[in-house]
């Protein structure tokens, strides 16, 4: 029966690898809706080197952390050998392309072996040596196909490499600038509990002298217990997040402490017009559409199983009856041969491995498509609060300012009999709150601007 040029063509596309359906990715805008005109259109002070993006915060401890994660964390290492494994595999698909070759000896002995021409009851020795080859002809591109699928999940695993370096580097920045703040808040909790403290010692003498009731000395001791309890609170917070940087950089908290120093973190500004393409470069977007042309791949693979497929083998060798005459020019053999092999029937078990492969694709196909998403709502996100803190940081310095005058002039008018204890104690509650926000709306400025790092896929600098 012949096949018709037509007839393999059809076939052949049959098989092919199935068009990826775009038109329900998102639209890639040109700009971020948030990227305005209140951003400062500047690089960051320094060139940087492509990725060493935590340098822009010009801390010497933060970038020590940061490189000590990069070669000691153990979640880098996990994706680091799932790589490894990825790249033997697409190895060992391409190998399947290549001819194989083996070289075997054997040695037997028996009676009423055909090859031996002896009689019955007359047991003979049978010696070989013989290398091997055989060669599957990629006709049709299966072989192909799945040295590509292999080598596409390898590109993906190094994205996906790429992507867990980026997260823990992430987290070893939030975390440590998350530690800085705290440091910044236990130094003003304690300026301000020796405030209290001294609040408490003017009224207990002016409680001596008789010109305040004791009840005022009660609110003052109430005053300085409870400053000195989230004092503690803080330590205790300090504390979990030092142990926490201490497993993001492969070492036991035991042994692990970060001393406490002052904030002299530089928060970097990022410049203005951040294209949308940048979103191209996430790892977690590249590796998400690595899977996606692997199963895609994989389809085309499942398909070809319908094929025919052609192996070509070759055997040559010596082989004796007697040791002694196995090199002589008289044993040598050989044989070469092809199989033809084309399915017809098989229980549906092909069918069910296409859609399979089909299945695995468009879960793949959503999943890319659900990357992009988020991947812009991560930036537009951390840009959004970049922006409205910078606002929120403009409003609560002038409470600050406020709330500082209000204590001292609250002292001042207390100092001189001319207010209750209870108003001084109002006003310095008050700064003490409205300092404590600031502090925690710079502490998300820095969180926000990592987070932006992150989604924008690492530096921002220049890109090749």
């Given at each position: 029966m012949k096949i018709t040029a037509l007839m393999l063509a059809l076939v052949l596309a049959g098989c092919a690898a199935p068009p990826i359906d775009t038109s329900s990715f998102p639209t890639v805008p040109a700009d971020f809706k948030e990227a305005g005109t209140q951003w400062t259109a500047s690089k960051p002070a320094e060139a940087q080197p492509r990725g060493e993006w935590w340098k822009a915060f010009d801390d010497p401890v933060l970038a020590?952390?940061?490189?000590?994660?990069?070669?000691?964390?153990?979640?880098i290492a996990v994706a680091a050998a799932r790589l490894a494994q990825a790249r033997a595999l697409a190895r060992s698909a391409d190998s399947e392309r290549m001819p194989q070759v083996g070289i075997g000896a054997t040695a037997l002995r028996g009676d009423g072996i055909s090859t031996v021409n002896a009689p019955a009851g007359n047991p003979r020795n049978v010696f070989a040596l013989a290398g091997n080859v055989s060669y599957e002809a990629d006709v049709f591109g299966r072989l192909a196909q799945a040295s590509r699928a292999a080598e596409l999940d390898a590109r993906s695993r190094e994205a996906l490499l790429q992507s867990t370096r980026l997260v823990v580097q992430a987290d070893v920045a939030q975390n440590y600038l998350a530690l800085r703040a705290l440091d910044a808040e236990r130094a003003l909790v304690r300026r301000t509990l020796a405030a209290y403290r001294g609040t408490l010692d003017l009224t207990e003498r002016r409680y001596r002298a008789g010109d305040v009731a004791e009840l005022d000395v009660s609110r003052a001791k109430t005053e300085v217990a409870a400053t000195e309890s989230e004092a503690l609170a803080l330590d205790r917070r300090r504390t979990e997040l030092e142990h926490a940087i201490?497993?993001?950089?492969?070492?036991?908290?035991?042994?692990?402490?970060?001393?406490?120093?002052?904030?002299?973190?530089?928060?970097?500004?990022?410049?203005?017009?951040?294209?949308?393409?940048?979103?191209?470069?996430?790892?977690?977007?590249?590796?998400?559409?690595?899977?996606?042309?692997?199963a895609q791949a994989r389809v085309g693979v499942a398909k070809m199983a319908w094929l025919p497929s052609i192996s070509l083998t070759g055997s040559a060798g010596q082989a004796s009856s007697d040791l002694s005459d196995l090199f002589k020019y008289s044993s040598r053999a050989w044989i070469v041969g092809a199989l033809f092999a084309l399915p017809v029937f098989d229980g549906g078990r092909r069918e069910a491995g296409i859609l399979y492969a089909s299945g695995q694709m468009d879960a793949d196909v959503a999943r890319y498509r659900e990357q992009i998403l988020v991947a812009f709502r991560e930036v537009e996100d951390q840009l959004a609060a970049l922006r409205l803190l910078?606002?929120?940081?403009?409003?609560?310095?002038?409470?600050?300012?406020?709330?500082?005058?209000?204590?001292?002039?609250?002292?001042?008018?207390?100092?001189?009999?001319?207010?209750?204890?209870?108003?001084?104690?109002?006003?310095?509650?008050?700064?003490?709150?409205?300092?404590?926000?600031?502090?925690?709306?710079?502490?998300?400025?820095?969180?926000?601007?990592?987070?932006?790092v992150r989604a924008l896929g690492g530096s921002w600098g220049e890109r090749t």
């Open positions: 020590s952390l940061v490189l000590r994660a990069d070669q000691a964390n153990t979640s201490a497993v993001l950089v492969g070492e036991a908290a035991t042994s692990f402490s970060i001393a406490d120093a002052e904030w002299t973190t530089a928060l970097p500004v990022i410049p203005a017009g951040v294209p949308s393409e940048v979103l191209a470069r996430r790892p977690d977007v590249s590796a998400a559409e690595g899977a996606m042309l692997a910078s606002e929120q940081a403009d409003a609560q310095d002038r409470a600050v300012q406020s709330a500082a005058r209000t204590t001292a002039l609250s002292d001042s008018r207390y100092r001189n009999g001319l207010v209750s204890q209870l108003e001084l104690l109002d006003a310095q509650r008050s700064e003490l709150r409205n300092r404590r926000s600031a502090l925690q709306v710079k502490s998300a400025q820095y969180q926000a601007t990592v987070g932006l």
